[in-house]
C-alpha cells in the first residue's frame, strides 16, 4: 500500500465513524417502526426456535388475524392456509414464508379501509 493510499483509508475511517454514530441518533421511519413491530410479533410466536410450527400458526391466526374474512377460521381452512404458506414443505413457518401472510393481511386490511371510508362518505 503506497502512502497514498494510506491517508485516503485514513480519511475514511474517521468519516465514517461520526456519520454511523449520527445515523444512530436519528429517530427511526415510520416503515422501521413498523418492521419492528412485525419482527417482535413474530419472535412472539415463533420463540427460540425463529420458526412458527403449526400449534403456533393457530394461536397467532386466532389473536392477531381475526377480523378478514379471507382467513379461515374453522380447523381445515387454517390447515390449508399453514399448508399454502409452508412453500418448502418443512412444516414451519420461516419469517419469509410468514410476511406472505402479512402481505395479503395488509391489502385486506387495505380495502377494508376504503370501504369503511366509502361507508362513511355516504352519511
Ligand atoms: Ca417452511
Same mark, same amino acid.
Given at each position: ?12 475511517? !474517521?468519516?465514517? !465513524? ?11 421511519? =415510520?416503515? =422501521?417502526?413498523?418492521?419492528? $413491530?412485525?419482527?417482535? !410479533?413474530?419472535?412472539? +410466536?415463533? $420463540? ?15 389473536? *392477531?388475524? %381475526? /377480523?378478514?374474512?379471507? +382467513? %379461515? *377460521?374453522? *380447523? =381445515? $381452512? ?5 399448508? /399454502?404458506?409452508?412453500?418448502?414443505? /418443512?412444516?414451519?413457518?420461516?419469517f ?6 402479512? #402481505?395479503?393481511? !395488509?391489502s ?6 376504503? *370501504?369503511?371510508? #366509502? ?5
Amino acid at each position: 500500500m503506497d502512502f497514498f493510499a494510506f491517508i485516503l483509508m485514513l480519511f475514511l475511517c !474517521l468519516f465514517r !465513524l461520526p456519520t454511523e454514530t449520527f445515523k444512530m441518533s436519528k429517530s427511526k421511519t =415510520q416503515m =422501521q417502526v413498523l418492521a419492528d $413491530g412485525l419482527i417482535e !410479533l413474530f419472535h412472539k +410466536y415463533s $420463540g427460540k426456535s425463529d420458526t412458527i410450527d403449526k400449534k403456533e400458526f393457530k394461536k397467532m391466526i386466532n389473536e *392477531q388475524f %381475526p /377480523d378478514c374474512v379471507e +382467513y %379461515p *377460521q374453522n *380447523q =381445515q $381452512g387454517k390447515d390449508k392456509l399453514f399448508k /399454502d404458506l409452508d412453500t418448502n414443505k /418443512d412444516n414451519e413457518l420461516s419469517f419469509e414464508e410468514w410476511t406472505r401472510l402479512v #402481505g395479503s393481511f !395488509l391489502s385486506c386490511a387495505h380495502v377494508k379501509f376504503h *370501504q369503511h371510508e #366509502g361507508h362513511h362518505h355516504h352519511h
